[in-house]
């Protein structure tokens, strides 16, 4: 049995390669680069992705955030199946094509399908280790700003995609203290 580096976001872990799975699943096995290089928010392009809950109904959002600048898209998924979030995100990301490099989900079911989205991407899933949400601070706090909005036991059911536009705009309208008091999709 072979080993490899396995990097999850967060660690890199010596592991069987026919182990992967064991460690986390699904994941991508790579070399420790992008640990060091999307830890670091060097440069644009290291996105994470989530879903926001709402209260009562299977209805979500989806939400992809840039980490160097903030950038954020948001979809409006009807239900947190596969199928529904890769669609809608294929849809988000086909937006700004260009600006994308990587992608950092937490490794729960809606993401289990992530290599749909490689496919007609291109751009590569990673995922990070399980639990410590701090390791993805830039979307935790995007989603604390999202809350604004969509407070917590609020009902996402009736949200529109037009409105899920309207709150990515006011996020990336808002100044950014990390980018010097510019706003995040100026910097995109």
């Given amino acids: 049995m072979t080993s490899d580096k396995v990097v999850i976001y967060g660690g890199i872990y010596d592991v069987p390669i026919n182990d992967v799975a064991s460690v986390t699943a699904p994941m991508t ?3 420790n680069e992008r640990l060091r290089s999307a830890g670091a928010c060097q440069h644009e392009g290291d996105w994470e992705i989530d879903t926001v809950m709402g209260q009562g109904s299977n209805a979500c959002i989806v939400t ?3 980490r160097k600048t903030g950038f954020t898209l948001i979809g409006k998924l009807p239900n947190r199946t596969t199928t529904v979030l890769n669609q809608r995100t294929n849809s ?3 937006r700004y094509s260009q600006k994308f490099k990587a992608i950092t989900a937490d490794n729960v079911t809606e993401f289990h399908q992530y290599r749909e989205i490689e496919k007609v991407t291109g751009v590569r899933f990673y995922f990070a280790i399980p639990y410590p949400s701090w390791k993805r601070g830039t979307h935790e706090n995007t989603n604390g700003m999202i809350r604004q909005y969509l407070p917590k036991g609020m009902s996402i059911q009736a949200v529109t995609q037009a409105e899920c536009d309207k709150i990515a705009w006011a996020l990336n309208s808002h100044p950014r203290e990390r980018l ?3 706003h995040g999709g100026s910097n995109l």
């Fill in 92 to 94: 988000l990301m086909m």
């Fill in 64 to 66: 992809l955030v840039e």
């Fill in 29 to 31: 096995v790579v070399g």
């Fill in 180 to 182: 010097a008091k510019s």
